[in-house]
C-alpha cells in the first residue's frame, strides 16, 4: 500500500501522521524549481520521500487521485527516477498521479510519453525584478495607481516570518477578503491560510492605512531559480485603489534587493497567452474552457486577474501544466483535480457559490428598491 514517508506505517486512506516540514524543507531550499515548490510545506498537504531521502513530493488525495503539487522537488538529473518511484507506489494501491501546475521541466519530460496526457491549464506571467523599477516608471497606468496609494497615505511594511501568524490584523485581512469572494474558500495551491504553514523564507508585507492593515502579500522562493512566487495578495475592503499595486512594488524591489532574478504571480487559469498551447487540450476540455471564460467569471474572475497581470507589463509567460499517468486525461480527473482545490466536492462548492451570489444579488436589489422610493 502507498504510504507517505514522513508518516512512516500511516497509509493514505489513515488519518495523517505529523509531518516532516524540517526534512522537506531542506529539500526545497537546495534544489526547488518549480514555482510552487515551497507550497509544499502549505497546511493540508502530506508528504511523501524518494527511498534515498533525497527528494520529496507534495500531495492532496482525491478518491482514486493523487493530486501533486507541481512536481517532485529534487536534483534535476534526478527528475525522472523520483517521478516513476512515485507514481510505482501509488499504482501498487491502484492510485493515479495527476502533477498540478506543473512547468517546463516536468512537462517536457511526458511530453511524448504514450502512458502520460498532459494539459495545459493556462499561463504565468514572469519578471526580472531588476527591471521592475523603470518597468513600473514606463508603463502609466501602474505608475497612477502607485500614485494613488502613496496620495492616500498607503504605507508597505515587512513583517518578519516569527511575528506573522500571531498578528491578529494580518487575519483579519484574510478573512475579510475571504468573505467577499463568491466561492468557498480553496486550499492546495491557493491556500488562503499560508500564514498557518512554514513562513522562516518567505517574504510578508502590509499595508496600512490610517494606522489600520488593510492588505497583506506572501511571497515563497524559488530556490532553483533565484527568484520568488508572489503567492497572495489578500486585500480587505476598505484597502484604496493602488494598494495591490504598491504591495507587488515593494515586493519586487525587496526581491531585487536579495540580488534574485525571477518573479512570478503564479498561474492565471485559461490564459492562453502562448499561442496555440490550448489548442492542444482534448476537445471536451477546450469546450469546458470556453463555458468557464463565457459564464463563470462571478465565481472566479479569470478575465479580471488576465487583466491585471497583463497591466504589470510580464517580460514572459510560461505555460503551466496538468499531468497524468494515464494515456488520456479523462473529466473524472480533471474532477478530481477541483475537489483538490475546493476541498468538497466541486459541484457543492459551486452550489454554495450560487447560493451565495443569489443572496448577495436579493441584497443589491433590495438597498436599489430603497433608494428609489427614498
Known sequence: MFRPKSAAGSPLNEPAAPRDDGAARRIVLEHGWNSTCYQILNPGIRHWFSPAGDAVAGYVRRHKTLVVAGA???RPERLPAVAREFEAEARASRLRVCYVCAEERLG?????SPRHARIVLGAQPVWDPARWEALAQERRIVRQQLNRAR???VRIARVQPAEAPRDGELRACVHDWLAARPLPPLHFLVEPFALDGVLDDRLILVARH?????????ASPIPARNGYLIEQIARSTTAPNGTTELLIDHAMRAIAGEGRKYATLGLVALADELPGEMNRNPWWMR?????????????????????FRRKLGPETWESVYAIVNEPNFTPATF????GAFSGISPALALAIGVAKAARQETKWMAQRLRRERA
Open 151 to 153: 496620495n492616500k497615505g
Open 287 to 307: 469546450r469546458l474552457i470556453s463555458l468557464a471564460r463565457a459564464h463563470a467569471n462571478r465565481f472566479y474572475n479569470f478575465r479580471g486577474l488576465l487583466q
Open 72 to 74: 517532485p522537488v529534487c
Open 108 to 112: 517536457a519530460i511526458y511530453k511524448d
Open 210 to 218: 490610517a494606522e489600520k492593515a488593510v492588505a497583506i502579500l506572501v
Open 335 to 338: 474532477y478530481d483535480l477541483g
